[in-house]
């Protein structure tokens, strides 16, 4: 995992002097690298399975490759949304201006086209282009649909798929293609990204309301503050008619937010940790394929991880 960081700094930094600083600010610490290591931790389980040594240099450039796509995203995201701070450091807009952001998140994804043609594999390439298509339609969806009372479980389900689970299960499913196994596995492992994806969603969704300032490294409640509808809130307002004048009115009066914020965390956040967990469930009954390992319990461990930061 350093080697993979200090790569990808290295990949923007080098060719780029005006993109060095705002390397060592996207690649520096912090940030919980959950997608490589989903790749390395697929790679190594599916390696188990099929009597491989270790896993291939393909495998470690996908794991480089899904942080790049990723990372693009946030940069992008972070100019879309003028946020001020992410992970509690200052975004690269912020620091550097939009121009130099939207440069570097164009530059991750170009570079990252690149290395993703030079794996010379169609398939892996069909899934991973897929994200990035799915990216776009997530956030214009989500663009679409601000202060939207009328927006359904599924609808936000979908938005989610595309904008947090689609990278999720096509790095795994593609790390599982490098290993060469058998079409059901490669599905199986497909499910387990694309539903532990799914539930770190809603679990990040959850702790949007839960959360202080300090831990969120950004303000609480700012999707709810911004428009953005998510599954406590979609709960909450099956229970709670009182939310949907706040809401559609954009919280007018002062004191509306917070009373929305509270509202939804009486009402909404026990219905939003019960279907964390039914995606979280779906996620380890897609590991049933794979042999008893160190990289497998990991893997299972790490729906764990993603929920218990709601208990």
Known sequence: MEQLRLNLRDIIGRKNPLLLAAADQIFGAGGKRLRPVLVFLVARATAELMHMSDITDRQRRLAEITEMIHTASLVHDDVLDDCDTRRGKETIHTLYGAR???????????????????????????????????FADGEISQAGALFNCDLTLDEYLEKSHNKTASLIAASCKSAAVFSEVTESVKVDMYEYGKHLGLAFQVVDDILDFT???????????????????????????????????????????????QRAIEIVNEFGLEEAQKLAKREGDIALASLRQLPDSEAKRSLVGMVGYVLERIY
């Open 100 to 134: 130099v952001a939207i440069l570097a998140g164009d530059f991750l994804f170009a570079q990252s086209s690149w290395f993703l043609a030079n794996l010379d594999n169609l398939e892996v390439i069909k899934l991973i282009s897929q994200v990035i298509a799915d």
């Open 211 to 257: 959360q202080s300032e300090e831990q969120l490294g950004k303000p609480q409640g700012q999707d709810l503050a911004s428009g953005n509808l998510t599954a406590p809130t979609i709960f909450a307002l099956r229970a709670k008619p009182e939310l949907r004048a706040l809401i559609e009115t954009q919280f007018e009066n002062e004191g509306d937010l």
